[in-house]
Each structure stands twice: as C-alpha cells, then as structure tokens.
C-alpha cells in the first residue's frame, strides 16, 4: 500500500460519514450507488453491502463513487464488482441492450431496430455498446446464440430443434457458419465429436513433450506434457468422442513450423488453426497474434487494446483457455508489475519460452 494511499485513510471524518459507515455495518444494498467505501488495510474499495468481512472503522473511507475512490488509488472489488453497479447509468443502459438481445435472438436485430428501442441513433448505440463491452451487438448477438446453441447440442436436442432453439434459421449458409464457429459439423458437435477424425503427432521439443492435433481444417489442439501418456490423456479430455489417430507424417510440416517458431522463426501465416471461440476470445486471442516476438504486454494492456479496459479478469481466462499453445502467443502476457502471472502448461514453460525469444 502506498503512503500516499495510507494516509489518505486518516482523513477528517465528513458530514454524513456515520450514516455510511451504518450502511456498512447493515450491507444496506439501498445504499449501492450512492457512495463506495475504501479500506486502506486492503487497498480496494466496495460496494455498502459487500458481503466481505467488515473492516475496522479506523481503515475507512468514503467516495461518491469509483473513480474517486481509484483516483484515490484504491482498486475494485473482485467480491461485490463496484463499478459494475446498476447506479452506473451507462453500464446499465448496455446491460439492458444485452437483456433485450438474449430475449430476441429468433428475431432480426438490426442497429436501427435497436436503435429505435432505446430511443438512440444506431450509430451512438453501437458505439457506446462497443466501448463497454469491446465487441458489437451484432457480435454479442452471435456469441448468444452459439452459447445456446452448443448447450442444446450438449444436451442432446436434436440439431434442427437445437438451432432453432438458439435462434437461428435453418438455411444452408447458416449451418456452415455454426459448423466453423464449433471447428466441426453441429451433428458432430452434438455426438461429443464421435466420428470426427483427429490426428495426432509428438515429439520432442524446448519445453518437453509436445503434442500437436488437427482435424481436417487445421491445428485444433498444442499441448506440452513430461510424459506421452499425459499427453494423450489431455487430448482425450478436449475431445472425449472423437476418433483419435496416430499421424502418419501428414503433420510433420507444421510440427517443424512450430518448434521453429519457438526457436525464433517467424511463424507460417497460412498456418490453419480450427479451433472453437466467442466473440470475446477471438478479439484477444487475435490481438495476441499481433504481439511482436520477444516482447509483452500486460492483462491491462491487452484488454484496453481490444475496447475492454476492465475486462483484465476475463483475458486472463482468455489466456488460460487457448487451445493452441505458441500458434497463439498468451504466453507473452503478464503481470502490470511484469511478473509471469499464470499458464495453462506451467510458469517454467512460460518463461523458458519468453528467454528464448528474447535470446532470438
């Protein structure tokens, strides 16, 4: 905790700073949105019914609200998420667009149609839209309906109810739009990917065992193991169903392109990934793809970078969610403070990768 921030806590008590701190003590949610408290033992700040131990009064202060209390230099609350409070005029007009997408997914939802629910010009909706959540309504839109979708199939629907179900229409073009946004057909999406064929080859390489798949569209798994059967193990769990296959050499071209990669190569653009994403993890997995070799960028800098400055959690699990390890570099993004933060295949992996390129 800074001293600045320290001390700021012992500042005299204001008119009304009783009444608060009995908000406090009583979690009044009534309260929420009318002022935030800050402990300065903790260095984060809350809403008044945070269900987080109460802290002793003398490490108490009062803000109108977030941004006075981060100008303060306290953080938000991972418990009760302050900022995301309905008091906030603009995040609450953009929860109430989304509410309205999610209940009108069978339905055509053009700007201009949301633009005349909300009374805004399609234009000044979508950009205030797009600020908050990084992505389009149109893109949420889609992210909803292949939610739906893939826990339809998952519950075992049948796909033509399942796809309408999710709102979307039966046509041709259609189908092949879910079936590349799934990495495989809706049918086999909803068999647990039995009958989809996968190829598999492992070999050798800076950072231990290292397993490559592919469908028939491209690389749609890279993990790294001590042992093999770790490995297969790992791929068995990504894709339960699916007829998994010894490679017999027709992946060896990629397999190359990879370890040169992780030895300072440029990595082959035409190199195809199939893999499975939302909206969300497509804008950082490809923002992540644009990070120079060698060099890093924080959560922070990745989410404001892609239109989400507050979204640093949800790149993190972006991160920890990349199927292709090294074709997508998370692995160059770490801490604000510059410390590794976490990764799926372990930290030593992480920060051989990151020496390697620097050395390159």
């Given amino acids: ?18 009444q ?7 979690r009044d949610a009534s309260r929420d949105g009318d002022f935030v408290f800050a402990v300065s033992s903790t260095g984060v700040y809350c809403r008044p019914s945070c269900a987080a131990r109460r802290p002793r009064r003398e490490n108490v202060r009062f803000f109108a609200g977030p941004q006075a209390a981060e100008q303060a230099g306290y953080r938000a609350c991972l418990r009760c998420h302050p900022r995301a409070h309905r008091g906030n005029r603009e995040a ?21 149609r949301l633009g005349g629910e909300f009374q805004q010009s399609p234009f000044h909706l ?26 339809n199939l998952q519950a075992g629907d049948l ?18 739009r879910t079936a590349s946004q799934l990495g495989m057909t809706p049918d086999k999406y909803r068999r647990g990917a039995i009958a989809a064929s996968i190829r ?3 070999t050798d390489s800076p950072l231990g065992r290292m397993l490559v798949a592919a469908t028939e569209r491209g690389i749609c798994s890279i993990q790294f193991g001590r042992t093999d059967a770790e490995l297969l193990e790992g791929l068995k769990r990504e894709f339960p169903f699916a007829v998994r296959k010894p490679d017999e050499g027709g992946l060896q071209s990629w397999v190359e392109a990879l370890l040169r990669h992780m030895q300072g190569k440029d990595l082959d653009s035409s190199l195809p990934l199939d893999i499975r994403a939302t909206a969300f993890q497509r804008r950082v997995w490809r923002y992540l793809q644009s990070i120079p070799f060698g060099e890093t960028k924080s959560y922070g800098q990745v989410a404001k970078a892609i239109g989400r400055p507050t979204a640093c959690r949800a790149v993190a ?19 604000q403070d510059g410390t590794m933060g976490g990764y799926r295949w372990g930290i030593k992996r992480k920060k051989a990768l990151l020496e390697m390129e620097r050395q390159s």
């Avoid at 905790?1 to 009783?18: I, V």
């Avoid at 608060?20 to 009583?26: D, I, P, T």
């Avoid at 990084?134 to 292949?146: K, Q």
């Fill in 1 to 18: 905790m800074s001293t600045e921030t320290s001390n700021s806590s012992k500042a005299a008590p204001q008119a009304g700073d009783e």
């Fill in 20 to 26: 608060r701190w009995n908000a406090v003590l009583a």
């Fill in 92 to 112: 609450d007009s953009v929860k109430t667009i989304c509410r309205f997408i999610e209940q009108h997914l069978d339905e055509p939802l053009t700007l201009e």
């Fill in 126 to 151: 979508q950009r205030r839209f797009r600020a908050a959540l990084g992505i389009t309504p149109r893109e949420y839109a889609d992210s909803c309906r292949l939610r739906a979708l893939k826990r």
């Fill in 159 to 176: 796909v033509t109810r399942a796809m309408y179900d999710a709102g979307y229409g039966s046509s041709s073009r259609l189908y092949e």
């Fill in 200 to 202: 598999y080859a492992r």
């Fill in 317 to 335: 699990r972006a991160c920890a969610t990349n199927p292709v390890a090294v074709a997508i570099p998370c692995h160059r993004v770490v801490r």
